[in-house]
């Protein structure tokens, strides 16, 4: 794999991440269970699109093809989409959605601090302004978790059952492969699996203190980072973002 | 304007002091929450604020409805922006309110059962993009009109709040019509799009800002205590004088005939909105009465596990901090 196509899919996973993530948080716009916590989710969605355009972005310029980050976000079909498994899963109730963003931002923060010391410089600038982003996500996630987990019995249960639901869609964010084993000998990127004993450190402490049980298990779904399989809620997720793109192709918006 | 139709309540206080309040007003005093009010002031105040503030919460329905579907990263993350925005305002009217005593739960539960209102306005649909563009240009620019002379009203908090407001309000106007010029300016269904948003809401804008002024009862005291700054036809009339060539560089039709310019007046002649119409909204039937305020019912009954359980968290926090010390 040349260096050039390893980058051009880090780069999608980045952006893909953000993106679908940042779709699903921004369906709470209006319905959520407090006023501060609409604010709250519409921050995260932005702050997460707003990432997306940045990554997309080179992505697109290493692509070298002439196309925008737009055309990368709403032209793709599903098998082209590189984002973890986790971010595509639908919100469900509140508790899905803070713990998946919880168990995504603890990921997310850890892995925007290693690439901050990218060898490629406009990574590094990328993650520097992200990183501080992800680090106040990952703030009010944790806090926002321990409350539910260590608030009644029902909040309780309810972020338990989360947490069983999400676990087996963790793993995949410490699967290395070709790309990863490129980006990393070149220093642009951490190998994913190097990062699994720092969070592992962090949801231990954090989901203790929400009185939260980590399954035991191991397994991993896997199929988004690599684009072998996504879930089936992907393409309903694109039918919505990408149809105005589609429905009227080359115009300006 | 968000809050339409407020009922002034009548006043039956000391008539010495009801002056001396009055002289303060007159004065372009500021009246702030420690001060005393005439109980007519206070609640006329709170039904305001307070359907001011629901008009922010409700209105991120109709926006948010498009989220999803915007079609450009950089549209989706003006929109988002903007509605965390709006819902912000209805942060700080809330608190504007609770400072004449009324909690944003009790406001919240009034909302919910339907015995406050919000703005006619969000009970129509957005369905199409340009909609979107719409709103910011004509919602936006109708909410201004209201708001930036609301900046001198004489409460404290409400003219506060008004002031942070407005910042933010113009310049969701000003993206508002960029998008939509987008449209007008682009394809032919583009084009379409954008006719038919300024078609479906250019009544309904001027809706906005109440019935006429020889229809509105309770006007007067509420302008004599300037919480009410202007009446709903001046409002109107300078809406549609701004609106109207700025509907023109965009090359679009308002849906009025008989629009046109007096001369001798120095303003546009205008048909005025259906008045039936707008009864009917207020009375629950406009297009989107029941599914907003379902909605935003089942915001609330669905959320109340997540409001008890971090009210369970704090207050065990607080009980093992007290143990610890
Ligand atoms: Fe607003
Ligand atoms: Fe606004």
Redesign the pocket.
């Known amino acids: 794999m040349t260096f050039d196509a390893a980058m051009y899919q880090f780069l999608l996973r980045m952006g893909d991440n953000t993106l679908i993530l940042g779709h699903r948080v921004s369906e709470w716009c209006g319905h959520a269970p407090v006023l501060e916590e609409d604010i709250a989710l519409a921050n995260t969605a932005l702050d997460l699109i707003g990432q997306t355009q940045m990554w997309l972005g080179l992505a697109a310029e290493i692509e070298d093809k002439g196309q925008s980050a737009d055309d990368l976000a709403f032209l793709r079909d599903a098998w082209d989409f590189r984002n973890l498994l986790l971010c595509e899963i639908p919100n469900e109730d509140f508790g899905r959605t803070l713990m998946r963003q919880f168990l995504f931002d603890t990921w997310h923060s850890i892995q925007l601090g290693h690439l901050t010391k990218s060898s490629d410089e406009r990574v590094a600038a990328i993650a520097a302004k992200a990183s501080k982003e992800a680090a106040y996500h990952l703030e009010r996630s944790a806090d926002t978790v321990v409350g539910l987990g260590d608030g009644t019995e029902e909040s309780h249960n309810r972020m338990q059952a989360a947490l069983d639901y999400l676990w087996p869609y963790v793993g995949e964010m410490f699967q290395s492969d070709d790309v990863d084993v490129v980006l990393a000998k070149a220093g642009v990127a951490p190998d994913p699996a190097s990062l699994r004993e720092e969070y592992d450190a962090v949801l231990l402490r954090v989901l203790s203190e929400a009185t939260l049980t980590i399954p035991d298990s191991r397994f991993a779904h896997k199929g988004g980072r690599s684009g072998a399989m996504h879930t089936e809620h992907l393409g309903h997720l694109l039918t919505q973002m990408q149809w105005l793109q589609r429905a009227y192709p080359g115009c300006q918006w | 304007m968000y809050a339409q139709m407020i009922k002034s309540e009548a006043t039956q206080d000391d008539p010495e002091q009801l002056a001396a309040f009055q002289a303060r007003i007159d004065a372009g005093e500021k009246i702030e929450p420690k001060d005393w009010m005439p109980e007519g002031y206070r609640k006329t105040l709170i039904r305001q604020i307070g359907q001011h503030a629901h008009s922010e919460i409700v209105g991120q329905l109709p926006e948010g409805n498009w989220i999803t579907r915007a079609p450009t990263l950089e549209r989706k993350a003006i929109l988002l922006a ?1 509605v965390q ?2 819902a912000g ?1 209805g942060l700080y009217l809330y608190g504007a309110a609770e400072t004449l005593g009324v909690s944003r739960d009790e406001l919240t539960e009034m909302l919910l059962d339907g015995r406050m209102k919000y703005s006619s306005i969000f009970n129509y649909p957005t369905l199409n993009w340009a909609d979107i563009g719409a709103v910011g240009w004509l919602v ?1 620019g109708a ?1 201004i009109m209201n708001q930036v002379p609301l900046q001198r009203t004489s409460y404290g908090p409400y003219s506060r709040a008004m002031i942070r407001i407005c910042k ?2 113009s310049f ?1 106007q000003r993206q508002g019509y960029d998008a939509i010029r987008r449209m007008a300016e682009g394809s032919d269904a583009q084009k379409k799009m954008a006719q038919d948003a300024l078609n479906r809401l250019w009544y309904p804008s001027l809706m906005m800002f109440g019935p006429s002024d020889k229809d509105s009862v309770h006007s007067a005291q509420s302008m004599a205590w300037k919480i009410k700054m202007n009446t709903n036809d001046e409002l109107r009339q300078k809406f549609v004088d701004q609106t109207v060539p700025q509907a023109e560089y965009l090359g679009l039709t308002v849906p009025d005939p008989d629009l046109k310019w007096n001369e001798a007046r120095g303003h546009y002649d205008f048909t005025d909105p259906d008045w039936t119409e707008f009864y009917e909204v207020l009375k629950g039937n406009g297009p989107c009465n029941t599914d907003r305020l379902a909605a935003r019912n089942k915001a609330w009954d669905e959320g109340a596990w997540v409001r008890d359980g971090l009210l369970a968290h704090a207050r065990k926090r607080t009980a093992r901090k007290m143990a610890a010390e």
Request: charged share 65%.
């Open positions: 903007k925005d709006e305002h936006d909410a933010e309000e969701h």
